[in-house]
């Protein structure tokens, strides 16, 4: 396990006049998508069937992804006590549903697999971060600090481990840019935004459109542009570019840029 346990949390210190109704939503969907890392462990022991090395650390990893899940699910419950977990994941898992017991990997091949990887610990790494930074609940503040240390660690993990593949299987840096990019474009995929529908109504039907884009205008606001620069350094490295060169300077505006332009929209929308 990592370095901290759920009784390293200050629960006592939890401060209901300092909570958002929108972060509670959103909190509510990440725990479910986080509690869901035992499957994805699973997926990687067997794409990585002859490595018991790497299979210990996925294992690992798998429970301390586990573990963010259920702090969240505890803060979210003292949150909105109410919010009924387990009925929740219930529903998550009976919608949301990914062959997690293939053992090649739907990316092509174990590097390409470790750079999906790598570019899914970006995203949790900054969007943790950015919550930390964003909250006033001083509960949920030390819960993303301790999440967001451990996600950078995890793109260690698989960046360590994608050096490792690259020396067997030398893959182009056009395809490390598709599957890299190509992975981030998926984070608007079905599951943060079916997590958010289960998590916070599930009543009608599921409508990708406006539950993707609800979630959105809630987490997109969070982020400021040195969590934009945090995730241009770690993706462009992934894919085998320089994290501080001009074109990642440049790539920093235009996504710093490109995120405001869409939380503005997304609020116009909602208003
Ligand atoms: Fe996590
Ligand atoms: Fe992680």
Known sequence: MGSWTLDDIPWDRFDRSKLDSDIVRIVKAAS?????GGAYAHHL????DDDPDFQRNARRWGEEEIQHGRALARWAALADPSYDFAAAFDRFQEGYRVDFDCDVSRR??????MIARCMVEVGTSSYYAALRDGVREPVLKEICRNI???EVRHYKLFYRNLACCLERERIGFWRRLRVGFGRIAE?????LAYAYYTANSAAGPFDRRRNSRAYERRAFALYREQ???HIVAMAFKAVGLSPRGRLARASVRLAWKAMRYRVIRLVKAAA
């Open 32 to 36: 479910l998508v986080e509690y869901n």
């Open 45 to 48: 022991c067997r794409i990585f």
């Open 108 to 113: 092509g091949s174990r590097s390409a697999e």
């Open 187 to 191: 984070a608007q995929d079905d599951e």
């Open 227 to 229: 969590h934009v620069r």
């Open 148 to 150: 967001a240390a451990d």
